[in-house]
C-alpha cells in the first residue's frame, strides 16, 4: 500500500514538472535496448563469444 502511495506522489511530481526531452529520449533508448537483448536471447540464441564464464583459475594445468 505504501508503494502505491509514493507511485501516485512520484506521477503527481512528473506532472507539475514533465522530464526533460533528454531524459525522455534516454529512457525510451535504454527500454529498447534491454528489449531488443531480451528478444535475441529469446528467439536467436546468445553468441558463445559474448558469454560470461569463469576463466580457469589455472588454464595451463590439467587436474
Not at 525522455?24 to 529469446?42: F, G, K, M, R, S
Amino acid at each position: 500500500m505504501e508503494q502505491l502511495f509514493f507511485s501516485f506522489i512520484r506521477m503527481a511530481h512528473w506532472l507539475r514538472r514533465r522530464p526533460s526531452r533528454a531524459f525522455v529520449i534516454a529512457a525510451t533508448a535504454a527500454i529498447l535496448l534491454a528489449a531488443a537483448i531480451v528478444l535475441v536471447e529469446t528467439f536467436i540464441g546468445w553468441p558463445d563469444a559474448l558469454r560470461v564464464d569463469r576463466a580457469p583459475r589455472f588454464p595451463g594445468l590439467a587436474r
